[in-house]
């Protein structure tokens, strides 16, 4: 006799063998004991969970000459043809490649004969979402009147690509995952019978790697027995499924909550020479830092030994919550970028590099501290203290307006477009050491903040006729100088300095030596901040 894979050998013969469902097989086997049992169900839930096996063991429970409290007896002649198939009576058929309009057909018409030897003829049709459209309708008439000795039994992981008419006319079980602890008590049981000798450790990982599905964990137990040796524990399983070692995991975690590059690449080398795909590193990097969140929050661990709880118990006590959850996505982000780079050692290296970088990392948080103030003053929750000098003053004709602005006491005719923007036609302008201000003021009640902080202590003078310079006399910091390279704020600057010199204009940034002492992002934030009075601080 061939082999027989332990998920095929372990295979539930009973509803009460079922591990984790029986919500579900209380249910059935009240309704085979009270002797009424529907014409159609519907057996829903992930992969691995019980579905096949729930309806192999109701199709044998419906015809068994011996039931017991509503059990198949598996003894009985109906029960034994069944486990062995030659019982024509129950028809299994697999609908992902039997799922055209004829193989529909043939069951309407074969339910029309009464079955060979068994009460009721059962079909079950697994992965039934995989019917097309014909074949549904096929069998449409069939699910809603069929025979009285006709039983259906339809199983999928999919049930929102079934047609309401189909879903209406079954009764539906949902199944659910399956607790690690329910998979480890099954595996328990197996390895007793199957001579195996497992740690618990071994059982627990198994357990969390399944994600629920018992198939998939009996699937796993086998493979870490290929090798001919019947003994099973932690580091055995990490390794057949090529999860890191823990040592790996946090030591690169490590070195980038301490900045430390060399430490990181080192760590990335070790996995790259191992052999590790990068994608399941980093995914185990995320579950790690996730772990250490939950540790946080929760104060309990799962899947480590003792010395591994201390390490991450010394990183929860040392690492604010925030950054770990901005670690968590920058990972994410990460490793969605690496399944579809070609580079991806490249890539990867250089994203621990990266993520080693404080002042990168610093700019980041400065950038959003700023895009949050932008969206508060934004909102209308923010009232300037500071009134405009030269309030405006509208006075409306057919498609015109005149505006009395306060960029340089100027007085403009503005005309509006139909897009609702306007278009300036006539000005008179002053020189730019006093209407650029009032530039700066309107960039601010415009909430142009981050522009706005960027530009504070700086002076305009015009170099020609077509050309102003913008002086920074304490120098511009390297993100301030990324923020005012970017072209919208190039012709933000460009459009104000032209409507106030009534011509187009070119600007020109004037910084000075780098050596000079530079003005960091935090220092404006915090001067915008005292001069507006705006309700918030700057915390480190």
Known sequence: MGYTALYRKFRPLTFSEMVGQEHITKTLKNQIISGRVGHAYLLNGGRGTG?????????????????????PCNECEICKGAL?????????????????????????????????????????????????????????????????????????????????????????????????????????????????????????????????????????????IQDGENKIDEDKVKDLVGIPKVTIVNGMIQAILEYDVEKALIKGNEVLQEGKDIGPFIWEMIKYIKDILIFQTTGKLELYSEEEQGQIKEIASKMEKNRLVNLVYQLSELESDIKSSTQKTILFQAGMIKLCNQQAENHKTIEDRIEKIEKYIKSGNYLPQEKMSNPIQTTTRRNEKVVNTPIGGMKNIVKESQTGKNIQTKNFSKNAEEYWPQIMNDLKQNGRIVLYTNLMGTKAKELNDM????????????????????????????????????????IKYLAQTPEQQLITKEENLQNFANESNIPFQIIE
């Open 467 to 506: 050309t102003v310079g913008i002086e920074f006399p304490n120098g511009i910091t390297s993100f301030g100088k990324t923020v005012l390279e970017k072209q919208e704020n190039i012709r933000e600057i460009t459009n104000l300095i032209s409507i106030a010199c009534g011509k187009e204009m070119q």
């Open 84 to 224: 062995t198939g030659s019982l024509t009576d129950i028809v299994e058929m697999d609908a992902a490649s039997n799922n055209s309009v004829e193989d529909i057909r043939s069951i309407r018409e074969e339910v029309n004969f009464l079955p060979t030897k068994a009460k009721y003829r059962v079909y079950i049709i697994d992965e039934v979402h995989m019917l097309s459209t014909g074949a549904f309708n096929a069998l449409l008439k069939t699910l809603e009147e069929p025979p009285e000795h006709v039983k259906f039994i339809l199983a999928t992981t999919e049930p929102q690509k079934l047609p309401a008419t189909i879903l209406s006319r079954c009764q539906r079980f949902d199944y659910k995952r399956i607790s690690n602890e329910d998979i480890v008590k099954r595996l328990e049981i197996v390895c007793q019978e199957s001579k195996i000798e497992v740690t618990k450790g071994a059982l627990t990982i198994i357990a969390s790697l399944s994600e629920g599905a018992m198939r998939d964990a009996l699937s796993i137990l086998e493979r870490c």
């Open 51 to 71: 579905k096949t096996s729930a309806a192999k063991i109701l199709a044998r429970a419906v015809n068994c000459l011996n039931p017991q409290d509503g059990e």
